[in-house]
């Protein structure tokens, strides 16, 4: 029986690795840098994981919701760009870029509340090693339920 366990385990691993390579295609929308863009936001609170410079990017789809509330439509979609922070004459500027995310709105996607979830590297490259519900969706879930797992606002974009 332990064997029988065993290799249902080892199928899953290997089902679960298909997944990541399925997932390999993912890319990061063309032109987003043209979509509405939030003002400059700078965490300098060191201890917080979003410490640095980023922006948020919201495409055409998704605006009405973000103004108004309610469940986003199908293929709504999210980017923030992440950026170090430098200092300049005493001021935090935007140093490098480190990391881009986005959110895809994706009914197939139920684990993650029907949002494709995906981090990138600067050079927009999938970073394949980020689980979608471990490393974004359950802090989005416990912050933004109520927004359709939204969590940054409009009031706050521009
Ligand atoms: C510890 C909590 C936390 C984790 C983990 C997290 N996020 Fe977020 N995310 C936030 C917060 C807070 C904001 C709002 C930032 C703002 O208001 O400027 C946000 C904003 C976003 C946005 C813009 C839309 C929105 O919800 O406002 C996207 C896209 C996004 N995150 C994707 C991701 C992805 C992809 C991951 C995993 C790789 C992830 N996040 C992991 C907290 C988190």
Known sequence: MKWFIRSVAAMLIV???FQVASAAGIRLPKGYEKWD?????VVTDKSSLFYGVHYIYVDKKAMATYRNGGKYPEGSQFVVDYYNIR????K???GKKNMVVLMQKDKKQKATGGWLFAGFTPDGKHNKSLDPVKNCFECHAKDAAATDYVISRY???K
């Open 15 to 17: 089902a679960g690795s």
């Open 37 to 41: 863009k939030s003002k400059e936001k």
């Open 87 to 90: 200092e300049e004459g005493g």
């Open 92 to 94: 935090p500027v935007k």
């Open 155 to 157: 009031a706050d974009f």
